[in-house]
């Protein structure tokens, strides 16, 4: 869970 | 949109580097080249594949298209291709289908195959720019055969970064590995260069199941990079001079 967090925060919205 | 590689190997070896990480993804088509941005169903790791127009023998996009596909089914379709055949992409406005075809350099056998196009919702995210605190640059061979032989003894490797030299770390029920690649430089066979860029030291933990599947990219590429900050997503570079390149992003493993 804490890796997704850092993926999903890293590839973020444009 | 068409357009047309004259073998069909690099297309193959690109299919073949990222289909086991993600299943079904957009490719999506400008007229600068076909790209594809994916994260892993787990949300650990994330490929962005670049095919520049200027890599393909020719290439046209009359119009920005986005092309649902699953990635398996690509491959099943260019297992039909002979590495030496060249392949062409087809697809016409608004059509559910993409057209591939392969033909012989002799022109005596041209196969054509359809593949229907999925629906993908496509969510618009972005890669940032970033600056890393370590850079390193190395041959690819090197990278897939120290990840190979330290997943034999762990499930984990953590990549430390020094001025000179970088190590890599793995400890499991059975005991320890470790290896450690040290900057030379080489004028004359530059893929053979280990080259350290290093602002501050990092040192990183990162899931080797992973970094097996990137390593799959390697026969693309004599030369690999590595980028890392501290608590940052590593980024793995494939280049393929004048073709585009592979990167994959791998979110480290942070202590609890």
Redesign the interface.
Known sequence: AIFQKVMDDFYVAI | FEAKWDHASTLKKVIDAVKDLIGDTSWDCTNTGMSLQS?DS?????VHVLLKSEGFESYRCDRNVSMGISLNSMAKVLKCAGNDDSVTLRHESESSVVNFAFESHKEERVSEFELKLMNIDT??????ETEYDSIIKMPSADLRRTCADLSQFGDSVTISCAKSDVRFETSGDIGTGNVRLSARGSSDKPETEIAIEMINPVSLTF?LKYLNFFTKAAPLSDTVKLCMSN???LCVEFPMPEVGYIRY?L????D?
């Open positions: 994260m787990s949300h650990v790791a994330l969510e618009h995210l972005g890669i940032p899931a608590n940052h997503p992003y979110a480290p493993k942070i609890e």
